[in-house]
């Protein structure tokens, strides 16, 4: 139902106006089977309150749930620094919940807070979207932040991860590198899928040979993938993780392996997590400034509590950040692709 009203679920659900309020606010004095009702005839109906008329009836709690996949490592520190910068200049607190890679934990999560925050703003790139708006409650006002892709017409801030990849792909074989390995991230994550396919799209379009090898975000898996390539002498000169923790890792296990870089293979990551400008050589990568980032969540979710925001789908573009890590491959004398090969005594294959 187009702009279905309050009065629209209470004639639905056979009951009074005041009922759905109470239910839809989080009211102890309304039965869990009758709240369930309520809240699947308004999911059912399309029904969102508007914000400003929320506000008139509630009283403020002067705080934002912040609902995130993980903490670890400094991409989750930098976008947290930002969302509390921003909540400061609004005078809102954070409520934190962190999901540690168990999806029912973080929908779960999202009722719980149900009365105790003004709105949500929740950043879930591994749970399906069907599975997500199924569970966020009914009026809450949110921002969902790098969320699994939907039509819900909700208020949305995404990266385009995909365009970022493909860019740092198109750097790549710029810098003259024509055999690439990419690093995905965990399965499932609607990120790591994303920049996938731009690293595809990009490596066909410029006809270069691709590997990939599976990642999970994190260091290890990083160098995991090395330890792979050295083991079966893959040739390679770039490597293309999925973001700057595994690029990191990948530059270690290179190093301990014998092979520069960039001299023989160069390494990009996504994110420009701090680290990435202080490491040696600096890590190349693709920028969204992740603090600012977190910060504009929080002045979204701001605008959409006090009902001025559009409602829209805002999409950043990552930037490409140059550094030492995919300088320019110097002519060698011996074939430039035998590289891992050679190191591990193979010769690697060839597109």
């Not at 925050?117 to 950043?123: W, Y």
């Not at 293309?240 to 301990?256: E, P, Q, V, W």
Request: aromatic share 2%.
């Amino acid at each position: 139902m187009a702009h279905a009203t309050i009065r629209d679920v209470a004639r639905e659900a056979a009951v009074s106006v005041a009922t759905v309020s109470r239910a839809l606010n989080g009211h102890s004095n309304v039965r869990p089977q009758m709240r369930e009702r309520i809240e699947g005839v308004a999911v059912r109906l399309g029904y969102v309150p508007h914000a400003g008329a929320r506000n008139l009836s509630l009283a403020r709690s002067g705080a934002i749930g912040v609902v995130l996949p993980d903490l670890h490592g400094e991409f989750f520190s930098e976008l947290l620094r930002g969302m509390d910068r921003e909540s400061s200049a609004h005078s809102l607190h954070l409520m934190l919940m962190v999901m540690h890679g168990e999806a029912e934990r973080g929908i779960a999560a999202l009722n719980t807070m149900r009365g105790r925050v003004d709105g949500l703003l929740v950043m879930a790139p591994q749970v399906s979207s069907e599975k997500l708006l199924e569970r966020m409650p009914v009026g809450m006002p949110a921002v969902l932040v790098n969320c699994a892709p939907h039509e819900a017409g909700r208020a949305e801030l995404r990266v385009d991860n995909a365009a970022g990849a493909a860019a740092l792909v198109d750097h790549l074989v710029a810098q003259g590198r024509r055999r690439l390995v990419h690093i995905t991230g965990p399965d499932g994550n609607c990120d790591a899928q994303e920049r996938h396919r731009g690293v595809i799209e990009a490596c066909t379009r410029a006809r270069i040979a691709l590997r990939v090898l599976p990642g999970d975000f994190n260091e290890d898996s990083g160098a995991a993938a090395v330890a792979t390539l050295l083991a079966d002498g893959w040739a390679a000169d770039a490597i293309l993780a999925a973001n700057d923790m595994m690029a990191i890792g990948a530059m270690m296990a290179l190093k301990r392996g014998g092979i520069s870089v960039p001299g023989e293979v160069a390494v990009a990551g996504f994110d420009d997590i701090p680290l990435a400008r202080l490491i040696s050589p600096s890590l190349t990568t693709a920028s969204i400034d992740i603090a600012q980032f977190g910060a504009d969540a929080v002045a979204r979710l701001a605008a959409v509590i006090a009902g001025t925001d559009s409602g829209l789908i805002e999409q950043r573009v990552p930037i490409v950040v140059p550094r030492e890590s995919t300088a320019r491959a110097a002519p060698a004398a011996h074939d430039s692709t035998d590289n891992i090969a050679r190191n591990n005594g193979k010769q690697g294959e060839r597109p």
